[in-house]
């Protein structure tokens, strides 16, 4: 299988963008321009800055003496703040004039260095002024985690379900079937809204929700391939044995389902990412000022006909790629698990 894979250009594809997604993620307030919690330092005056705007900016109360000097190096207004006695309430001001007037360049440079800071806005800012790349970075840790969570539960919850109802037979298998066939009736997105709305707003509750809507495809494929596997020999020998219900189900059956597993725990990543996006864009994720992929796109959609439309069109690329690239695990995973493809 694993020769299969390493030949595979969809699954090395979909999991080198995974795992780079994943380590920027993990890394989190250690890269993001903005370390204040949700990265969620707002600043009105840097409001809808566009991307790669350069702002100098410093924190020294006598500031104000020198803030026609100096402006940020790029091709969009120029902006400098300083601090009016207070580190936390920074103020910006446009900045007209040469940058260094009254001085050559290497004292200006020299003055820059020692008093002001700089930062680059390389996604652009919000309307609040608040930095696009650093909600972004924390807005992946945000979905990777509720994605990958959710994929644990609904790969647990299914596996039994689907276990018992095609072990047992008879009326377990009927009930768990009935259920399976109610979830499977109403729509993903229907039910994890319904439940949203039930258990409230927040990122535990936003987890169970995607979880408890994630689990019926998994029940359904191991429902189906247990009736298969349950008149095989090496079960009925384990039968003859004496083996408990309970180790002929984990032991000897589930093992054997680690294949179709495997390319459903990918397929559910992706629902999952996609559902919690769903929810955020709904005002039913996360509560703010979490940043989340979904509500980005939420609360800039009036600007998809203005200029500033790559402030919603950032976060769903992101969405899309995100899930793209699970998808693409995932068809990779099915070629090399898929018998019929395998040499000899």
């Not at 699954?11 to 890394?27: D, K, M, N, R, Y």
């Not at 987890?207 to 009925?236: D, H, I, M, Y």
Request: net charge neutral.
């Amino acid at each position: 299988m694993w020769s299969s894979l390493k030949n595979s250009k969809l699954f090395l594809g979909g999991a080198s963008i995974c795992l780079l997604l994943v380590v920027v993620g993990t890394l989190g307030y250690a890269i993001t321009p903005d370390p204040t919690p949700n990265a969620n330092q707002i600043v009105p005056e840097w409001s809808n800055l566009s991307p790669g705007t350069t702002v100098y900016y410093s924190n020294e109360s006598n500031a104000e003496a020198t803030s026609d000097s100096f402006a940020s190096q790029n091709s969009t207004p120029s902006y400098l703040h300083w601090a009016l006695g207070n580190p936390n309430a920074p103020k910006i001001l446009p900045c007209k004039g040469n940058p260094g007037a009254g001085m050559n360049a290497n004292d200006s440079m020299k003055m820059v260095d020692a008093v002001y800071h700089s930062r680059t806005f390389w996604l652009g800012s919000d309307r609040f002024g608040r930095d696009i790349l650093s909600r972004m970075i924390i807005g992946a840790r945000i979905s990777l985690s509720i994605g990958f969570l959710a994929m644990l539960v609904s790969i647990v919850l299914g596996s039994i379900i689907g276990l018992c109802a095609g072990y047992f037979g008879g009326k377990v298998d009927a009930f768990f079937s009935w259920l399976i066939t109610v979830f499977w009736s109403v729509p993903t997105l229907l039910i994890a809204l319904g439940l949203s709305m039930l258990l409230g707003k927040g990122y535990y509750q936003v987890l169970l929700a995607t979880a408890l809507s994630t689990w019926v495809e998994v029940a359904r494929v191991v429902r189906g391939q247990t009736l298969q596997l349950k008149q095989r020999e090496f079960v009925l020998a384990a039968k003859i044995t004496g083996f408990s219900d309970a180790r002929i189900m984990f032991k000897h059956i589930l093992p054997n389902l680690k294949g179709s597993l495997t390319v459903l725990a990918t397929t559910n990543f992706a629902s999952a990412i996609l559902l919690e996006a769903g929810l955020g864009f709904l005002g039913l994720g996360v509560s703010p000022p979490t940043p989340s992929w979904g509500m980005m796109v939420k609360e800039n959609l009036g600007y998809l006909v203005l200029d500033n439309s790559y402030l919603a069109l950032i976060p769903g690329i992101a969405i899309m790629i995100l899930v793209m690239s699970f998808n693409l695990m995932s068809m990779g995973l099915r070629d090399a698990l898929d018998p019929y493809n395998q040499e000899g």
